[in-house]
Every structure is written in C-alpha cells, then in structure tokens.
C-alpha cells in the first residue's frame, strides 16, 4: 500500500507546470458565461482525451472522467473544478487577456481548469492507489450547474471523498487557507421592481422618484445587514445593479434592482429576507414595489474529518507552512455545496495574489498568480495519495 510520506508532498514538474500554464492562458483568452461552454468543454474534453481518458461529456452539465487507480477496492475521490467566467470587461493587463468582449475569467475558474488538467495528466502517467474523478463543471456563478453536473454516470456512487480548491487573488500566494463548519456563506439573489407615474423634474414634490426609493431601500437592506451582523454571524445586501431613468429632466416612472443577499447561517438568512420583505413591502406614496427572492445556493461546510484528514496530510510535507485557519466564514457562496451533500469533503481557499495587486475575485482588475497553481496541484496530489485509512468510513 502506497501511504503518503512526510516530508514528500509532490510539487508539480517542469513539464506539467508548462502544461498547466498553457491551457491557463488558453482558456483565460476565450471565456465563456453560464451552462452553454461550448468552446470550454471541447477544450477539456480534447485534452482529457488526449490523455486516453474516457470521457463523459454532456452539454449543459459539464465533463467528467475517471482517473484508475492500482487499487479498486479503495473508494475513489471525486475532484471538481469548474469553467464559467463573468460577464466583467477585463482590465488586468495581461498578454494573455480576454478576446471575448465583456466578458472574463475574473473569478479563476481557468486556473481551476488548468490545475486539475495537469493533475490528470500526472495521474495518468503515475496511477494513484485510489480512483479519481476529475469533474469539470459550468455554471457555477449563478446558473446551479453543480445539480445537472452530479448526474454524470461518473457521479453515480455512494461512497467517495470529495475536494475543491478556490483560488483566491486578494489571500497570499501559496497560502491554503481552510475554515472548520461555514467555509463560504448561504446566499440568495433579489430582484425589486419599482413602478410609478414618472413626471417633471422640477416638481419632486408631485410623484415619487423610483430612483430616491430605490436608494433607500438600498440603504435600508445595509443597515439591516449590519444589525443582523453580531454573535459571530455576518450578513451582507448588496445591489449589484440599478436600472432607472434615460433623461435629465424626466422623473422617472419605473426602477429596478437586482443584487444578492448573504449569511452566515439559516436563520439570519430567514431575517435578512423577513427584513427585506418589511421594507419594500411599506407604503410608497404612488409607487408599487414589489420584491422577488431567487433561491441561490447552501452554505459550504466541511466535513470536519474530510477537513482534518486534509490539514494533517497537508502538515506533513511541503504546505505545512501554508495552512492558515480563517477567522470567519467568506461571504462568497459556491454551489460545490451540493458535492458536499453528497459526500464528506472540503473546499479551501488557495492564495493566488498577484505582486502588487489587491484586487478581489470579480473585479475587472482581479490577476491571479499562476504560481498558484503549484500549489493546488500539491494539495490534489498529497490528498489522493494519502493513506486511505486515514478518511471517513
Ligand atoms: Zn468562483
């Protein structure tokens, strides 16, 4: 039986660093929004292909294969990363930028791409003990795609381990950061409709102003987030969009806002929206607003002990001086939270700060240091050949 060895945590080699490297600029030139990826699965389709892997490829829902391992009687582990960029116009600089307009791999997704792609191919030329299912899926960002994603054939067992990692562009390089219980919080999306009569802009004192509402109930949600933020839960209302008004004299008739609420548990996420639902639900002199609440995703938690099998295995080689335990649950949500309904596992952050730049995942300007690759590999690496008598049973 193969066991890990302290002290001898694999660090990718030359050759799959430039592997990961290329397909990383190659999927960071031409990013692709949602469910439909077709030029993203075709990518990791071929390469996994060319590994002579067999591949399971559905549209809409991603591609899986699964990696053999010397020993089948081991339960495999299933290992995701997924492919959908953002529609954000990508402003890093880097000679390797988007060729799509208005739209960019502003969250990573291309590095959590290109890190499993060269796992896979180090697995295939240096089989593990155990099986591998490497899962590639899209939709991540607001589109669910983890649901139709679990219906691979490949994804039809009971009994497995599961790992994800997050690159993180505003957290140290190389640093792996990980939470015990709420790793990332629960969080939904709203969407408030505001409709009026509209009228002359020098007579604010006749109609309503969606837009002087609409603001308030953005300030309003604010303040109601932080009176929920308190004994260790957070909560947090952001609107992320604002449409209202085409001209500089007209009030407006009508307003719209979209954004999406966060928490740190069930029940302050229960109040945040009760709030909500007290504020836009008053009185409005002649407007309506109407509130609607799209369902986003649960909460991702550990598997305490999927969690610390990790931390241990990791502590005993060349990450050991990586790990960093997070004071508080990130306010990023991930639908890898379905997997971990399914089987134990965790998702950690890793490091992935470029020089001098501190921007945050999502921002137009976010880079994410390729190094960081190296360090998602190590940790793939170290967790699949881990001593399987150290996981859940
Ligand atoms: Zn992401």
């Not at 208005?102 to 590095?111: K, M, N, Q, Y």
């Not at 796992?119 to 991540?140: K, Y």
């Not at 550990?302 to 931390?311: G, N, V």
Request: glycine share 8%; net charge negative; aromatic share 6%.
């Amino acid at each position: 039986m193969k066991l890990a060895q302290s002290g001898s945590q694999p660090h990718p080699n030359e050759e799959i660093r430039l592997y990961m490297r290329d397909h990383r600029r190659t999927l960071h030139r031409s990013p692709e929004v949602g469910l439909e990826l077709p030029n993203t699965h075709a990518h990791i389709a071929k390469a996994l292909e060319q590994l002579g892997l067999d591949v399971e490829h559905r549209p809409s829902s991603g591609v899986t294969a699964r990696v053999a391992g010397t020993d089948s009687t081991v339960r495999p582990v299933i290992l995701r990363a997924d492919m959908d960029a953002l529609p954000v116009q990508e402003k890093t600089g880097e000679p390797f930028s988007s060729e799509n307009e208005g739209v960019s791999h502003a969250c990573g997704h291309d590095l959590h791409m290109a890190t499993l792609l060269g796992l896979a191919r180090d697995l295939v030329a240096n089989p593990p003990l155990r099986d591998v299912i490497v899962v590639f899926q899209p939709g991540e960002e607001t589109d669910r795609g983890a649901v139709p994603t679990l219906e691979h054939q490949n994804l039809q067992i009971i009994e497995a381990d599961t790992y994800a990692i997050h690159v993180n562009s505003a957290l140290t390089l190389g640093t792996v950061n990980y939470r015990f219980g709420t790793f990332m919080a629960f969080g939904d999306w709203f969407s408030i409709d505001i409709n009026g009569v509209g009228g002359h802009a020098s007579a604010p004192e006749r109609v309503g102003n969606p837009i002087r509402l609409g603001s308030q109930f953005f300030a309003g949600m604010i303040e109601l987030a932080i009176g929920l933020s308190r004994d260790g839960e957070k909560a947090v209302a952001t609107v992320t969009e604002f449409q209202s008004g085409n001209t500089v004299n007209v009030i407006p008739a009508a307003g719209r806002l979209r954004g999406t609420i966060r928490a740190t548990s069930e029940e302050v996420r229960t109040e945040l929206i009760d709030g909500m639902r007290e504020i836009i639900g008053l009185e409005h002199r002649d407007m309506q607003a109407h509130l609607e609440i799209m369902q986003g995703y649960p909460a991702v938690v550990a598997d305490d002990r999927a969690l610390q099998t990790l931390i241990s295995v990791l502590a005993q080689g060349q990450l050991a001086e990586s790990l960093v335990q997070m004071p508080e649950p990130s306010m990023v949500i991930e639908d890898y939270s379905y997997f971990l309904q399914k089987w134990p596992g965790a998702m950690v952050y890793v490091g992935a700060q470029a020089e001098l730049n501190p921007s945050f995942n999502h921002s137009a300007d976010a880079r994410f240091h390729e190094d960081a690759m190296d360090t998602g590999f190590t940790l793939f690496r170290t967790i699949v050949d881990a001593d399987p008598r150290v996981f859940t049973t």
